[in-house]
């Protein structure tokens, strides 16, 4: 199978900056309780330095712009209850909005019509990807989705993006097999949830062991009845750096990838993995990051002409994350521009993989023979 075009897809809408997370870091911030006011861990510097360093390097050039679409009720309720639907549209409404369902996932007034543009981005971009409008892309939205479970929100995350765009792919354009990785540090338990009984939706989490949520996204964590054996977890001890990232790929994702044969993959793209970032303990550099993207690439070109949509998730180093972001633009485009400073800091990641780094991705790479063929 040959991808129709070479384009890559960018989507990007400056509304994304306007999902208010409020001004307590992670927790609410409260008079003397001891939490000072500060920007919320998930604020829209990370998302707009990285677009702003797409559109400075001159990248955006040789990239293909896709225009995001709002989501509607009914592709919401392809993934949540109608009484968590119900729930985000009325507390919207409020002067100062409400709280996506775990108290630290804080929108602001208008937060759900917001919502409802970032599921509509990778929407947009998976149909993109789907019609050969685009080889591969990337949307780069907010509020994040791979936490969001079927009643509720949690970690940040509103409405689980990535689902409801596989969702509308099969129920829409006619998708069969599709799966999701995730390279967020953090467990995408939501979208395990969504898809856990589900044998038409592959669900590989890469995640740092016991991150977030706790004691979520173990090995055991296989799927249930008709979806057994379609979820995948790999829980990677916390210092693990680029080397046990590309190990999990070729180990797990890739083999994975081969033998479910998708028709697309979509992406839960988080850069807190990073060496830099403050939510998690890991040490992929954006060298890491580029090196990822080309692994999957490989397998995408095998399996499904080439077909990737990526959906932007977490990440939080709002000096870093933005050039993690632009390798992984770069790699699926083939154009290179700027150096990125901070691989002067490399050196601190480019320890080998440690032992127990690999017995840990070995014992998640049995699970690979638990697809079934
Ligand atoms: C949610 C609360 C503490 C850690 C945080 C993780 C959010 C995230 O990036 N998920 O992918
Ligand atoms: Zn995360």
Redesign the pocket.
């Known amino acids: 199978m040959t991808a129709t075009s070479t384009r890559t897809g960018y989507l990007y809408h400056e509304v994304f900056g306007w999902h208010d997370t409020g001004s307590g870091p ?1 927790f609410p911030s409260n008079g003397f309780g001891g939490v000072q006011p500060m920007l919320h ?2 604020s829209p510097e990370t998302k707009r330095r990285f677009h702003e360093l797409v559109v400075v390097s001159g990248l955006i050039k040789e990239l293909h712009r896709i225009e995001p679409y709002s989501a509607t009720e009914e592709d919401l309720l392809r993934c949540h209850t109608v009484e968590h639907v119900r729930a985000m549209q009325e507390a919207s409404k409020l002067p100062k909005g409400g709280d996506a369902g ?1 108290g ?2 804080p929108f602001g007034n208008g937060g759900y019509e917001i919502a409802l543009l970032a599921a509509g981005g990778i929407m947009a971009m998976t149909d993109a990807v789907l019609s050969g409008e685009v080889r591969n892309g990337y949307a780069l939205v907010r509020p ?1 989705g ?2 969001a479970i079927p009643s509720m929100g ?4 509103m409405f689980n993006n990535v689902g409801i765009a596989a969702r509308h792919a099969q129920t829409k354009r006619g998708v069969g097999r599709i799966a999701v990785v995730d390279w ?5 338990n939501g979208t395990q949830a969504i898809f856990y009984e589900d044998p038409s939706v592959l669900n590989i989490s890469l ?1 740092q062991d016991n ?3 706790p004691d979520s996204g173990k090995i055991s964590e296989t799927g249930a009845g008709a979806g057994t054996g379609y979820a995948l977890n790999v829980p990677i001890p916390p210092g693990s750096g680029n080397p046990a990232y590309e190990y999990a790929m070729t180990q797990v994702v890739m083999p994975a990838l081969r033998r479910f044969r998708p028709e697309i993959i979509l992406v ?1 793209c ?1 850069f ?1 993995a990073s060496l830099m970032d403050p ?2 303990r890991q040490m992929v550099t954006s060298e890491g990051y580029r090196r990822l993207t080309t692994l999957l690439m490989e397998v995408a070109d095998e399996v499904c002409g080439g077909r990737i949509a990526m959906s932007h ?4 180093n709002p000096m870093y994350v933005p050039f993690c972001g632009l390798a992984v633009l770069e790699q699926m485009s083939g154009h290179t521009t700027l150096v990125d400073p901070y691989s002067a800091f490399d050196y601190m990641a480019s320890g080998p993989m440690l032992d127990h780094q690999r017995a840990a991705i070995d014992a998640a790479a049995k699970n690979v023979a638990g697809i079934p063929a």
């Open positions: 992670i861990a998930e775990d630290v996932s994040p791979h936490h949690m970690g940040f995350c967020d540090v953090h467990h995408g995640h991150c977030f949520p839960s988080g807190d939510l998690a998730e977490g990440g939080y």
